[in-house]
């Protein structure tokens, strides 16, 4: 095993073990027997060593994430999704508030893998006219709660102890972000041609499910400027609050 590697391991250890997942550089250096300079040659300094202890420590739920091939309904992708982020967290809570600490200056580049895995299932609800905005915004919307509610059952285990929550919170923010029904399946679209059927809500979804076509689209007869010309207006569609 390399030093860096040894110092690694040792961090996660000991971040696992302590009462409020905070550990010192003299700590890490005297259970991996190395000193001081070697630790800074390899992580910089103590956030450093911090934040490659998170990259580590969620790498490997990533891992899974990575080797799955996306299922044929992306809204069960949803679930499982936010499912698998809290129990991640609860089996992992130093790490998890570490993760999530303000004092993180930098964020740990498993945290934006983790945002983008999440659009990407998003972009699949769209293309399927199953989201009522834009991935983007839906994907903030989602992993700011997903995060919250994971950050409030393991720090305030004593306050949070119905194990409905995290599902009840789920299942709120997924209604807000897909469009109503967007649990079942798609039902193939007939259109009856009649007027006066289409209200603002189905404006928003149509436009995020174009938008989300126009960019798996290999070709394009717009220019490059006509296509993020008419990719703002669909994003502008797909992101106004009406009400």
């Given at each position: 095993?390399?030093?860096?590697?040894?110092?690694?391991?040792?961090?996660?250890?000991?971040?696992?073990?302590?009462?409020?997942?905070?550990?010192?550089?003299?700590a890490v250096c005297e259970a991996a027997q190395v000193g001081a300079p070697a630790l800074y040659r390899h992580f910089?300094?103590?956030?450093?060593?911090?934040?490659?202890?998170?990259?580590?420590?969620?790498?490997?739920?990533?891992?899974?994430?990575?080797q799955r091939e996306p299922g044929p309904d992306p809204v069960q992708d949803l679930r499982d999704g936010w499912?698998?982020?809290?129990?991640?967290?609860?089996?992992?809570p130093n790490l998890y508030r570490l993760m999530n600490s303000p004092?993180?200056?930098?964020?740990?580049?498993?945290?934006?893998?983790?945002?983008?895995?999440?659009?990407?299932?998003?972009?699949r609800a769209a293309v399927q006219g199953r989201l009522r905005m834009a991935p983007e915004p839906a994907a903030q919307m989602i992993m700011s709660a997903n995060v919250g509610v994971a950050l409030m059952l393991v720090s305030r285990p004593t306050t949070f102890t119905d194990g409905g929550t995290s599902a009840r919170v789920r299942d709120a923010v997924h209604a807000a972000v897909l469009v109503p029904g967007a649990t079942a399946a798609p039902a193939p679209s007939h259109d009856t041609g009649e007027a006066g059927g289409t209200d603002e809500a189905e404006v928003a979804t149509a436009a995020a499910r174009l938008n989300a076509l126009l960019r798996r689209s290999p070709r394009s007869p717009l220019s490059p400027a006509e296509t993020g010309l008419l990719s703002e207006w669909l994003d502008r569609l797909s992101t106004t609050r009406t009400g």
């Open positions: 095993m390399s030093t860096r590697a040894r110092i690694l391991e040792v961090a996660a250890g000991l971040v696992a073990r302590s009462p409020d997942g905070d550990i010192s550089t003299r910089g300094d103590k956030e450093g060593l911090l934040s490659a202890v998170v990259d580590h420590g969620f790498d490997q739920y990533l891992a899974t994430k990575r499912d698998g982020h809290v129990d991640f967290a609860l089996r992992n004092a993180m200056r930098t964020p740990p580049a498993s945290a934006l893998e983790s945002h983008i895995i999440l659009t990407r299932v998003l972009e």
